[in-house]
T-cell receptor, first 112, second 115 residues
Framework: SQKIEQNSEALNIQEGKTATLTCNYT??????LQWYRQDPGRGPVFLLL?????KEKRKERLKVTFDTTLKQSLFHITASQPADSATYLC???????????FGGGTRVLVKP | NAGVTQTPKFQVLKTGQSMTLQCAQD?????MSWYRQDPGMGLRLIHY???????DQGEVPNGYNVSRSTTEDFPLRLLSAAPSQTSVYFC??????????????FGPGTRLTVT
């Protein structure tokens, strides 16, 4: 069955450093991958989308890579700030697009 | 725009009771979906709809019904609540069309406890 794994342990990082999160998947050939941010008690908010034929995407301090050979996406937050503290979810979608499958999320805590 | 709205925010039910979770969006999105989120399990798709009158099952549909009579509304019905349905429920919507990779907009969630 399809499986998406994100590190369930919280990532503690010092302000100003780069946070790197991983999203690994098995038994899946996604057409695209999305990353969302979720704050406590709130719904997820879309951050970035990367398609299977793209290697890297950037948006401000965020960078996503997508390696379909390794079946892995990396999500980077550069120059991290305490306001970046949240849970980050990756989600994979197929070519048909009607079902988005989410990983369990990784909590990031940026300390001042 | 209000985006995606959900009511109620919190609900406590007794086993066997029924209820409807409401979801509405004002972005004219064709696609709407319901997820449940449990600790360590991520978001799991319950049901989705690609337009008014069209619904389909997701990963965990048992115990839930949906209907889509208008583009704006997509209610989720619990027919006979069970403790296993204790969870946080999120409604989401997005455009559909030639590109299926549109971002999803999520509502604020409904926290449901079944005793």
């Amino acid at each position: 069955s399809q499986k998406i794994e994100q590190n369930s342990e919280a990532l503690n990082i010092q302000e100003g450093k780069t946070a790197t999160l991983t999203c690994n998947y098995t038994n899946y050939s996604p057409a695209y991958l999305q990353w969302y941010r979720q704050d406590p008690g709130r719904g997820p908010v879309f951050l970035l989308l990367i398609r299977e034929n793209e290697k890297e995407k950037r948006k401000e301090r965020l960078k996503v890579t997508f390696d379909t050979t390794l079946k892995q996406s990396l999500f980077h937050i550069t120059a991290s700030q305490p306001a970046d503290s949240a849970t980050y979810l990756c989600a994979l979608g197929g070519a048909a697009g009607n079902k988005l499958t989410f990983g369990g999320g990784t909590r990031v805590l940026v300390k001042p | 725009n209000a985006g995606v709205t959900q009511t109620p925010k919190f609900q406590v039910l007794k086993t066997g009771q029924s209820m409807t979770l409401q979801c509405a969006q004002d972005m004219n999105h064709e696609y709407m979906s319901w997820y449940r989120q449990d600790p360590g399990m991520g978001l799991r798709l319950i049901h989705y709809s690609v337009g008014a009158g069209i619904t389909d099952q997701g990963e965990v549909p048992n115990g839930y019904n949906v209907s889509r009579s208008t583009t704006e509304d997509f209610p989720l019905r619990l027919l006979s609540a069970a403790p296993s349905q204790t969870s946080v429920y999120f409604c989401a919507s997005r455009h559909s069309g030639t590109s299926v990779a549109y971002e999803q907009y999520f509502g604020p969630g409904t926290r449901l406890t079944v005793t």
